[in-house]
């Protein structure tokens, strides 16, 4: 005769014990993690109103953000706080090194003509930088996604024939 319902091991055991322990982290997981995401979402960076400029001729260009909410995001969104990094390459940048200026974290909810700040820029040097911001209830959005910039020639002694 065979027995369709087996008498569980220790084994058998053991095996639906850890599934039920991985399902539940799985929806502990799935439960924190809306609670700490910010609804608000960063785009359309710019610098000098324009998108990834080439030869800016300003000492400090000014920055700016568009932003968003995601779909399942509360009405009255609004921004509490910045952060903006800048950096001299790529990789510093998304390791989040700002090696040129990192403003930490400014409690302001101006997202336009935000003045760089950072190390004094040099002729033909790129800038990469990216913004996060917090929200109304203080929860920090994703990091944007990289935008860039590149100095023009700033001296007279930088230009040759």
Not at 37 to 43: E, T
Not at 99 to 120: C, F, H, M, P, T
């Amino acid at each position: 005769m065979i027995n369709l319902f087996p008498r569980p091991t220790i084994r058998h055991l053991s095996f639906s014990r850890l599934c039920l322990n991985a399902c539940f982290l799985l929806v502990l997981a799935a439960g924190v993690a809306p609670v700490l995401a910010s609804a608000v979402v960063v785009g359309q960076l710019r610098c000098e109103y324009l998108q990834d400029p080439l030869g800016i001729d300003v000492l400090q260009p000014r920055l700016s953000w568009v932003l968003g909410a995601d779909k399942s995001a509360a009405r009255d969104q609004a921004q509490t706080g910045y952060q903006i990094v800048v950096a001299s390459n790529r990789n510093e940048l998304d390791a989040s090194q700002g090696n040129l200026w990192d403003s930490g974290q400014v409690n302001s909810d101006q997202s336009i003509l935000v003045r760089y700040a950072g190390k004094e820029l040099v002729s033909e040097q790129e800038c990469f930088w990216k913004v996060r911001v917090w929200d109304n209830e203080g929860k920090p959005s994703a990091w944007s996604e990289p935008a860039r910039w590149t100095m023009g020639l700033l001296q007279p002694s930088d230009w040759h024939a």
